[in-house]
């Protein structure tokens, strides 16, 4: 300007440039504070309103519990109140067979309501009793992958008989429900017609779907026959016996029973020439 030197004039100019900085600065300084803030806004805001993709809902919370809890109740759920000397192991071989674990109860706690054994408990307040009742709870609560409606229902069918119809056959009771004898030491039509069937069918009840829990129930009641009647003479129906030893032979029948009563099943129902002359005649 008119009257100053150009030192002046510099000065001045530098500090026009200096203000600008100052300024443009504090407006950067303002822009980061907003920006700083806005991103704190937003943090609350997701932290308050839960979004599908962050938080679960409360049916998802309890879809996931209902989840774990079957998945628990799979592993852990059964538990079989009984005892060796009885016919629970029977139950074991089923679940063996199934491949389903079952965990051995507190007798002090059984639930059967005539304080009998064997008695199954399982999730969701199940109860069941009766080694028959038993074994179709199994199969239709844990059925294998592979079986189909027409298998279960033979299945069924042949633990039912085996229950009805076998039992009253291998155990004659007393009035009081002692048993004191076997009916097997003299010839059957039912056993009879088992032995025939046993022939046509290859040794298994459901050829169709191979061993399975039908073979459980037939031959678990055969076999404590021999258990309890050791010198009772099967030989008659060869193709019963053949089913007996190839049913004892079996490793879930080990681990139910025991391997030492294995080998002693097994090796009693060897071959009929033994067999006959171990256990006599009637």
């Not at 026009?16 to 991103?39: A, E, G, P």
């Not at 089923?94 to 059967?112: Q, T, W």
């Not at 409606?149 to 085996?162: E, F, M, N, P, T």
């Not at 099967?234 to 294995?262: I, T």
Request: charged residues 15%; proline residues 6%.
């Amino acid at each position: 300007r008119p009257g100053h030197s150009a030192d002046e004039g510099g000065y001045n100019q530098a500090l026009i440039r200096t203000s600008r900085v100052d300024k443009f600065c504090q407006h950067c300084i303002h822009i980061l504070f907003l920006s700083k803030m806005l991103m704190q806004l937003v943090t609350i805001a997701l932290l308050l309103v839960p979004s599908l993709g962050f938080a679960p809902s409360i049916t998802r919370i309890k879809r996931c519990q209902s989840t774990c809890s079957s998945s628990t109740s799979l592993a852990m759920g059964l538990t079989l109140y009984g005892h060796p000397g009885t016919r629970s192991p029977l139950v074991n071989w089923a679940c063996y067979e199934l491949g389903v674990e079952v965990a051995a109860g507190d007798l002090s706690k059984n639930p059967h309501p005539f304080g009998q054994i064997p008695c199954l408990t399982d999730d969701n307040d199940v109860t069941v009793f009766e080694s028959g009742a038993i074994l179709s709870y199994l199969i239709q609560t844990y059925p294998p992958e592979t079986i189909t409606a027409a298998q279960k229902a033979i299945i069924l069918s042949w633990i039912v008989w085996a229950n009805a119809s076998l039992d009253p056959i291998c155990f004659l009771e007393t009035p009081d429900g002692k048993v004191y004898d076997t009916g097997l030491k003299q010839p059957n039509k039912r056993v009879g017609q088992l032995e025939k069937l046993l022939q046509e069918q290859g040794g298994l009840l459901v050829p169709s779907f191979g061993f399975s829990i039908a073979d459980v129930a037939v031959a678990s009641y055969l076999l404590y026959v021999v258990q309890f009647f050791p010198t009772v003479d099967l030989s008659r129906w060869p193709n019963v016996v053949k089913f007996m030893k190839e049913s004892a032979s079996r490793p879930a029948y080990a681990r139910a029973f025991g391997q030492d009563l294995q080998e002693s099943m097994v090796g009693k129902l060897s071959d009929a020439p033994t067999q006959k002359k171990m256990f006599g005649m009637f």
